[in-house]
């Protein structure tokens, strides 16, 4: 294993990738940051303005960097033309930054959905983003998050905001994983010391819950999180979700929350994470289970007035 100091991080400003940020200082790391705007000066942090596209700021990234973990990407948005420029070329041009300088590690976050690439724009590009990636002949590990709640997540929150008035829309019959931002952060900075286990790896973590949830399950423990003892699950049929798209594209433009190339992914019955590509315990475990993970959600989201 290497010893690991310094860290180049995409993504730092968003949801999972500030998480990430968070879990690397507190683990004595230096992080080097790209932003695209102005960000507070923290301490052990170095920003670096600049984005995908920009192979000088790239160039800055990673220089130095003994890892990079690479968070960015682009997860929703109408114009799904937009999804190979951030998620496939972006990926493209920090392997070739990370392999000019010569970085040791190269953690990807991926998504659960780039096993079903025919199923969405989203899960295609992210298929497409994890073949560069193998093929890059760099020290890689990819990290397939399922559904991933927690402090300042902007899209399950929509469902914890309909529980507080006890209804839960879902999708059709099926169920998923999910994981705490924080188990996830937690496993991605572990993920970026140099480990033979996990040298060219492709991992699907999770909660403590190795079934999943089903949907109508899921519902209720957001609802019991919510401090509501009767929620009911609404299961929304394909016609239904795909009408929904339409109209939050209709009132929310470029700020929807549920898109048609979502649909397409949500859909699918089957979003559990795969046993076999569990990340080993001697590197990581999920501290977070499903009740108290979102019950801690609820509560911060109260605390902040979002709800």
Request: glycine content about 8%; some cysteine.
């Amino acid at each position: 294993m290497n010893d690991l100091r310094t860290v180049a991080l995409t993504g730092a400003t968003g949801f999972v990738g500030s998480a990430t940020l968070d879990q690397a200082l507190a683990k004595g790391l230096k992080v080097r940051a790209l932003t695209r705007r102005n960000s507070p000066p923290r301490t052990n942090v170095e920003w670096v303005n600049g984005t995908l596209e920009d192979a000088d700021a790239l160039r800055s990234l990673v220089e130095g960097a003994d890892a990079v973990i690479h968070v960015a990407g682009l997860t929703s948005t109408r114009n799904t033309s937009r999804f190979e420029a951030a998620n496939v070329t972006g990926t493209a041009n920090l392997i070739a930054a990370a392999k000019m300088a010569k970085t040791a590690r190269f953690v990807f976050v991926s998504s659960l959905s780039a096993r079903e690439p025919d199923l969405s724009e989203y899960g295609a590009s992210k298929a497409r983003a994890e073949t560069l990636v193998k093929d890059s002949g760099l020290d890689w590990t990819i990290v397939r998050p399922p559904a991933v709640y927690g402090p300042g997540d902007k899209d399950m929150f929509e469902l914890f905001r309909a529980a507080k008035f006890g209804v839960v829309p879902v999708p059709p019959k099926g169920s998923t994983s999910i994981i705490h931002v924080e188990d996830l952060a937690r496993l991605l900075v572990a993920l970026a010391r140099t480990n033979p286990v996990a040298s060219g790896q492709t991992y699907e973590p999770w909660d403590d819950n190795a079934f999943g949830y089903e949907h109508k399950e899921l519902a209720k423990l957001i609802g019991k999180a919510m401090g509501k003892d009767q929620v009911t699950a609404a299961p929304l049929p394909a016609t239904v979700m795909r009408l929904g798209a339409q109209i939050d594209g209709l009132f929310r433009g470029n700020k929807a929350k549920l898109t048609e190339d979502r649909v397409g992914y949500m859909l699918h019955p089957d979003w559990v994470c795969d046993m076999k590509k569990a990340p080993p315990i001697s590197i990581w475990q999920a501290v977070w289970d499903g009740e108290a993970g979102l019950r801690m959600t609820a509560d911060w989201y109260k605390e902040q007035g979002w709800l």
